[in-house]
Nanobody
């Protein structure tokens, strides 16, 4: 089993920055792709960014050039972070951490990000 715990959401003004972090625990050896999704009110959940074990990244077009996903393997821990710069009101959403193993997809609890003046 894999558990994901997120931190770092909040309220930020347009143009500001925020970093989301997600700590994985449990069977972290089984995790390959990790990433972030988001869901805005009244919209479907959408992919924001993913990162492979080899650090290959993928971003939704609206995040390219503004967001950076990273992955850190320290002893017995695995963390994925999303650095978000130049935030826009349309980035407002609940952001979910994601970790994929061979047998299942795992999700964090969700972190609210609100971009507003």
């Amino acid at each position: 089993q894999v558990q994901l715990v997120e931190s770092g959401g909040g309220l930020v003004q347009p143009g500001g920055s925020l970093t989301l972090s997600c700590a994985a625990s449990g069977s972290i050896f089984s995790i390959h792709t990790m990433g972030w999704y988001r869901q805005a009110p009244g919209k479907q959940r959408e992919l924001v960014a993913t990162i492979s074990p080899g650090a290959t990244t993928n971003y939704v077009d609206s995040a390219k050039g503004r967001f950076t996903i990273s992955r850190d393997n320290a002893k017995n821990t695995l963390t994925v972070s999303l650095q978000m710069n130049s935030l826009k009101p349309e980035d407002t959403a609940v952001y979910y951490c994601y970790a994929r193993t061979v047998v299942a997809a795992h999700w964090g609890q969700g972190s609210q990000v609100t971009v507003s003046s």
